[in-house]
């Protein structure tokens, strides 16, 4: 009889327990950390150590915000902005007119139409246009590249479309004044020291290690301008290409003619889905925004950000998450 008892008392013990258990699971799911996943660009670019900078940021508190997030080189901004519409990536860095184009169903989304499930979260860094040149093949302008060997960049890069607008605003065909090449931007420098290639695009923030390893070769090199009547038609009919200026006497003095060139540029943004949960998205705003001083000391090329330029440059809508903060920070109405 004692026995009895006793394993009657275990049974309704186990029973207890079990449902204890039960009834806290909705809790121990909700403890569970949201994934996400970044998409950045090459390694040797500056997207890459954007999307490091966030990530670290954000997985250094992700026991207060319940997510967790890594890092995925790419080819650029177009992988990424087809990754995060078809739910292979959460967050992409994408240039402000792939974002544009995207958007509205342009360039490489003419046969698949406005990518309507993307959404914007903010602007980082600006991103320069440059041509650099080997001093031997004797190209000082851009109508100098007629018949030249040039790289453009990956096509699924945004830099590659950039090399194509400014061949066009000089009367240049990409596919027949040229000898084009496409290999991706990191080989670049590579290929211009070999012999192989005579000049090559680039779209990037600064200090690039790119354009570092182009200029330190024992092949000279010089920058050339980007500029001319057909590039100022090119500005004042976009809403994302800017003129500025590429600081080669700063940062890349070892080409020939350090100083500085005119060219145009765009910017980097960071970008999500619409489907991507509002909380997640309000979190990488908010710690980003929250720290920005943090922030900005993270990199040399956000050397110049402020918060008000941050939200410049943004053709896709904000998602909800983003929006959610801003109008909590007072940023939007």
Known sequence: ????????????????SMNILLGAMPALLQAEPQFATIGSGDVSGIYYP???????MINDKRQAYGVRMTVESTPGSVFNVNAITAGYLEFGLVQSDKQFQAVTGRAEWTKKGPQ??????????HESVSLVAAVDAGIETLSDLKGKRVNLGHPRAGQYQNAVDALKSAGLNPNRDILPEKAKAAEAPRLLQDNRIDAFFLTAGHPSEILT??????????????TGSGIDELVASTTYYTTT???VERFYRDAKEAADVETVG????????AVVPD???YVVTKEVFDNFDYFKRQHPAFG???KEGMLQGLSAPLHPGALTYYREAGWVK
């Open 1 to 16: 009889m004692h026995g009895l008892v006793k394993i009657k008392t275990t049974l309704i013990l186990a029973v207890l």
């Open 50 to 56: 954007t999307g490091l900078i966030i990530a670290r």
């Open 116 to 125: 309507s499930g993307l959404r914007a979260l903010f602007s980082i860094h």
């Open 213 to 226: 390893e182009a200029v330190s070769g024992m092949r000279k090199v010089r920058f050339i301008p980007i």
């Open 245 to 247: 200026r590429l600081p």
């Open 266 to 273: 765009v910017i980097a943004t960071l970008c999500t889905s």
């Open 279 to 281: 909380h997640v998205v």
């Open 304 to 306: 110049d950000l402020t």
